[in-house]
């Protein structure tokens, strides 16, 4: 797979191949736009924590409804979520808020995909624009019937923000499998050594 940038008259336009061999699919790609999608809720009382504000907890479970909703669309099937990271809550939400959560596949491996979500919220009587309140980050595997993971095809980034947001996905990626890697190392070297939790 390819990826060219859209490079200004006279700059050089950018080819990224895509060096892990592993990611290479037979599978037709699918394009960002086909499976992005936003889900809205108005916050109501129901939705507080004890300080009067909207609980992160409610925010998190629309964050992980939508990404789950667009982890499906792209892969054709189920999905379930592996890890949500990056969980930014960047302004309080208030009741009669109206919250629109939105969110797109930037990257996709071979059976997982990183769900990216912005989160925006706007008085819900108020022609007001809405304003960032929350952002996250979410793999997700496409799994198969008997639970265990299915091929996803690859997600094709239409413009430079997509493509930006495959590339800080990769970023993020290589970041969590050498932490997984290196926490089960020590995990390892901690037992061999006969060190007790
Ligand atoms: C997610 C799950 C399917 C992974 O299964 P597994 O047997 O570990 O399979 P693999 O190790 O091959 O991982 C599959 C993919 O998920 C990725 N993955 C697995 N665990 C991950 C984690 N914690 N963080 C990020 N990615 C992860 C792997 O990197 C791999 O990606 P790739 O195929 O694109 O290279 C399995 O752990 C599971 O079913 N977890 C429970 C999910 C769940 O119930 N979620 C909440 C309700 S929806």
Redesign the pocket.
Known sequence: MQIRSSGAPGHTVVDMTIQDP??ESDIPGKPTSASRTTLSHIMTAGDTNLLGTVHGGVIMKLV?DVA?AVAGRHSGGP?????M?EMAFLEPVKVGDLVHVQAQVNW??????EVGVRVMAERWNESTPAVQVGSAYL?F?A?DEA???RR?PPVEPETEKDRRRYQEAQIR?TH??AR?RAIMDLRESRNAEGLAD
């Open positions: 592993d990611l992980d789950g999905a379930v979520t592996a890890s990271d996709t491996g071979r059976s997982s995909m793999v595997a799994v639970g265990k993971p996803v990626r969590r499998l997984r």
